[in-house]
């Protein structure tokens, strides 16, 4: 459907920052300016990932070979730098890339996008047409022209599984340039698949401890409720007796068994807000302390906790006084 071609695909390449200036600005060195992620692309990179043009225009063909030097910034960089204000025209040198001191006009912004790792915050990133990024190819920084090319990725975008056009996309590189070598081949679902692995296998193997746990918990509370139940075989024939009746026998057995539970909750709530930032590694998209989370998990302790205290407390109501008493 489309293609183009980019120097490190997002999420399954290297991360290059570089430093850069506006338009009449002054750094003492490089240390001391903004940087940003690098990249040189080809033009319809955009529209090939999907990754949305919020302001200004993408990369066109026609600026191949002409005066024109655009650049195109993420969101993020264009709110760092130039907030509450349009970044369309702005002018950035960035030393190391084209020739020395020319000045590169931001013509578009696009949106944010993960680059290094999957659970990362987006960070500020530039990207440049690749003809004119090298264009001073005997002067430009050394970390610039290593790639110059032979190292660029090309992305495509198909209308079935990416997989059925492999052989027909390899047959015509082979084609077209018989020398060069693809090194690698992968889907951007496997470049991410392979950054969420590690923390996907450790949020499986904590949350089979979890259910291990909660289990565990379930089986305690049962069997101290009903450990105490059997004690007071004596007692609960008694309170019967005497007009408590089976509901009132039920109900005691009940809430001494859901507050035991709401003890234990209300500490491992407690510790789970104290360390859960821990875990803030292992999560995407939620909070350490997201409040659904909690309530939910709550609600389910609490759950478990009233099962496992009805069914002791249900027998405790079944009780004969008359049994009860004499076996006693």
Known sequence: VSASAINHLPLHGDSWNLGY??????????????????????????????????????????DRGSSARPVIVNARLAEHRWPKRDPIGRRLEVPGVGEPGELFTVVGVTGNAKQGAWAADETDEMFFLSDQALA??????ARVTSFNPPRMTLVLRTEGAPTTALAPVQDEIARLAPGV???????IEGAIGEQVATPRFYALLMSAFAIVALVLAAVGVYGVISYSVSRRAREMGIRIALGAGTAGAFRLILREGLALAAVGGAIG???ALALSRFLRALLF?????????????????????LV??????RRASRLDPVEALRGE
């Open 21 to 62: 200036m506006e338009e009449g600005g002054s750094y003492p060195d490089e240390a001391t300016r903004p940087h940003a992620l690098f990249r040189i692309v080809h033009p319809a990179y955009f529209h090939t990932m999907r990754i949305p043009m919020l302001r200004g225009r993408d990369f066109a063909a026609a």
């Open 136 to 141: 001073g190819a005997d002067t430009v920084d």
């Open 181 to 187: 070598t693809i090194s690698d081949v992968i889907t």
């Open 269 to 271: 709530l407690a510790l």
């Open 285 to 305: 998209g939620v909070a350490p302390t997201d409040p659904l989370t909690f309530v939910f998990v709550a609600v389910a302790l609490a759950a478990v906790a």
């Open 308 to 313: 496992a205290s009805a069914l002791p407390a």
